[in-house]
């Protein structure tokens, strides 16, 4: 049975500031079964004279996007929405079968610490890879004290989530694009990982010898094993 095609209905309103303008109003079926009004302004009556042809372009669009499946610009959710509906689908525990507690638990707190804050109330459609490229590089944290920039490992699982979030969106075809890894390998959000110093652990075997004596001829008392081996030695601090 095809589905009955939706004309929707136009009006006027008038608002507080006395502008009177016109009202697409017209009805949606949700994934629970119930019909519920939505409503989008069009434009002001001034910008969209009585049976102009703008006004007619309009409501012919607005006509075409309800009744067309899938996202359109009358369907597309805010990120804080995709959020919730992630939270319920993707993070809920469900055993053996679902995601681990560490990774429900990183996820729910990188979300609700830096995505929903910022994006919350974005649509998905509005967000653009570059937008969300320059917010990464903007983030601080002020954990131990004095603010510095969040750590590029950080800000990528920050990426990470938030691209969880849209190929989510896309699976349930709430929207139809990731502006996060992008249409093409290497178009998507970049984010450098790249440690802001080097630990002991990964400096050769030289270096952690310097190391080790410069902090000894300071008259510091380094606290550490040492252990050796034929081919290397190892350097393990404890405090």
């Known amino acids: 049975m095809l589905a009955r095609f939706r004309n929707g209905c136009l009006t006027t309103i008038r608002r507080k500031d006395g502008v009177e303008r016109w009202l697409f109003r017209w009805r949606e079926r949700f994934s629970d079964g119930t019909l519920r009004e939505r409503n989008k302004i069009i434009g002001t009556v001034e910008e969209y004279p009585t049976k102009s042809k703008k006004l007619h372009e309009a409501v012919t669009r607005l006509r075409v996007n309800i009744n067309t499946d899938g996202p359109t610009e009358l369907t597309s959710i805010t990120m804080a929405k995709a959020v919730d509906h992630y939270t319920v689908h993707e993070l809920a525990d469900c055993g053996a079968e679902g995601k681990a507690y560490s990774t429900r638990s990183r996820k729910t707190q990188l979300l609700s610490r830096w995505v929903v804050p910022h994006w919350g109330r974005v649509e998905l459609r509005a967000i653009k890879t570059v937008a969300v490229e320059q917010w990464l590089k903007t983030l601080v944290t002020a954990k131990f004290g004095k603010p510095k920039p969040l750590a590029g490992g950080t800000r990528e699982k920050i990426r990470d989530a938030m691209s969880s979030i849209f190929n989510h969106a896309i699976r349930w075809e709430l929207t139809d694009r990731n502006p ?34 410069r902090l000894l001829v300071s008259g510091k008392r380094p606290c550490c094993f040492l252990t050796c081996h034929p081919d290397s030695a190892e350097v393990n601090w404890l405090g």
């Open 180 to 213: 996060i890894t992008g249409p093409t390998k290497r178009s998507g959000v970049r984010v450098s990982a790249k440690r802001e110093r080097t630990p002991l652990l990964t400096l050769s075997k030289s270096k952690r010898c310097n190391c080790f004596l």
